[in-house]
């Protein structure tokens, strides 16, 4: 049901997501004008705040993470914030959080970030207060779930109470416009479809490397690894969108129908197409970084780092690998596509010296996004010493390209199309499956084969291995 909510119920409101991000974002909107003057914003957490203490909290958050906001904009932003503490294991709390909502006939968006232990007793408090009714839907934040199993558990939860139409799982890359971007370039462009495939690709790479480390978050990651909290959804979801079939049309079904099918053709990863690390101390831009185990405070063989080569297994994607790698305390925090061509059939410069490199398109995603196709050029000159070729990029910047409109943070998009109910850049249930699927028979494998972490150090490229998994087919990881 089409309907723009009023009313924005936070769960997990004095969380780090809520701070950073979701605060940022709301007030980012409503200085735009973005949201409807008349929605209120309602936070609730354990933590005991009445809407006074809050909104101080709020505008401490805000003070961090938005330093060069204007003060005035801010202060505006805070007069729609509500708080009402709540124990989501209390049902009668719901009760008193349904007063302090009120009418709800104009709709309500839910966006939950709370731990996963926390998801299903507030569902049912949910509904036994009366908050789940037509005109409510709710987004849900990972994690949700650590295994298909249990991630099927919270969706089964959730759908007691939420048809899929009115539930919005976040990925939250998909808010990102660069991600978005993808669709654009290979729709809206007439150059690159027809080689987009086995025919004309030889390989694709995808990373996603982080300089950060473990941060604040010792008691989620250590049980997630970076197989479950990067590759499962942020991963899988660029893979999709670089091997997806052309939607018909931009919409939540024509787009998340694509994604699926890609997803569903992913072949089982055998025990030597993956590689696993987890750093130990080093160093990141000159400064001395400790290991894995020295910030958990214990040792562990949570992966801190994978690379997988992956398949496509459909007509499209025949015997085209896709190098996955992502990891922490890498040495430079990028995320990039790099889509490499097949070399050209018969090279008529060959006879007079001249090598071809196959062509290259690299997508880069964070934190520039630009987009480098490289082509060959002759290297001016007479030749008399033969011909020389050389790569050269055909390089846009978008920021150069658009210098005018203002970027945006994901969750800016992904609360605006809450709030709105459009679920095109949500996930759908069938693709989290999918995701699941493939991601719990790799961890099977690692679990048959002993398949262990490796070590690699702080502000490398993760364990030599990683580059091993490429080099032995002849491919160089675009570093
Ligand atoms: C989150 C992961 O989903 O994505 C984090 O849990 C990771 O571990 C983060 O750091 C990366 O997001 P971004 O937007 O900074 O690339």
Redesign the pocket.
Known sequence: MSFTADRLLLFGATGDLAQRMLLPSLCALHDDGLIAPGLSVIGTARSDYDDDSYRNFARDALNKYLPDFRKDAIDSFLGRLKYQTLDATQPDHFVTLADEIGTIDQGMAIFLSTAPSLFEPTIAGLSAAGLTGDKVRIGLE??LGTSLSSSQGINDAVARAFPEDRTFRI???LG?ETVQNLLALRFANIMFEPLWNAAHIDHVQIT?A?T?GL?S?VG??DG?GALR??VQ??MLQLLALVAMEPPANFDATAIRDEKVKALRSLRLVGPDETVTGQYRKGAIDGQPVPGYDDELGQESETETFVAIKAHVDNWRWKGVPFYLRTG?RLPE?T?EIVVRFRPVPHSIFASRGARTVPNSLVIGI?PEENIQLTLMAKVPGLDREGIRLRPVPLDIAMDDAFAGPQKRI?YERLLLDLIEGDQTLFVRRDEVEAQWDWIDAIRASWETHGIKPRSYTAGSWGPSSAIALAERDGVTWHD
Do not use: F, G, L
């Open positions: 990972k994690p990925d939250h890359y990102k996603i982080e950060v941060e978050r989620y990651y997630a909290d990067m959804n942020h922490k925090r995320t964070q994901a």
